[in-house]
Nanobody
Framework: QVQLVESGGGSVQAGGSLRLSCAASGRTFSNYDMDWFRQAPGKEREFVAAIRRSDISTYYADSLKGRFTISRDNAKNTVYLQMNILKPEDTAVYYC??????????????WGQGTQVTVSS
């Protein structure tokens, strides 16, 4: 069992930046692949980024490459999502997740409560 708590969301103007954090507790954090998802109003939850436990390789949704960066600090049991050049279409609730590597949100066992990101034009 692992518990996940996101923070760092907020309101920002287009072109701005935010850094989200996801603090984990419970089982050994370094044993988990970690992912970020987001869900906009009226839309399905979608994959944003992932970072693997083994070789720290990273993966991104094609539309977000170059603007978002995922990283992790195993000593702090925390995964981060740095978001730059934010656009209004990035507005969503952002979730961290663990327990799968599929990118399909239905296969993940562990979720945080989410943090709201609002980007105004």
């Amino acid at each position: 069992q692992v518990q996940l708590v996101e923070s760092g969301g907020g309101s920002v103007q287009a072109g701005g930046s935010l850094r989200l954090s996801c603090a984990a507790s419970g089982r050994t954090f370094s044993n988990y692949d970690m992912d970020w998802f987001r869900q906009a109003p009226g839309k399905e939850r979608e994959f944003v980024a992932a970072i693997r436990r083994s070789d720290i390789s990273t993966y991104y949704a094609d539309s977000l490459k170059g603007r978002f960066t995922i990283s992790r600090d195993n000593a702090k049991n925390t995964v981060y999502l740095q978001m730059n050049i934010l656009k209004p279409e990035d507005t969503a609730v952002y979730y961290c997740a663990a327990g799968s590597i599929s990118g399909d949100p239905r296969t993940y066992n562990y979720w945080g409560q989410g943090t709201q990101v609002t980007v105004s034009s």
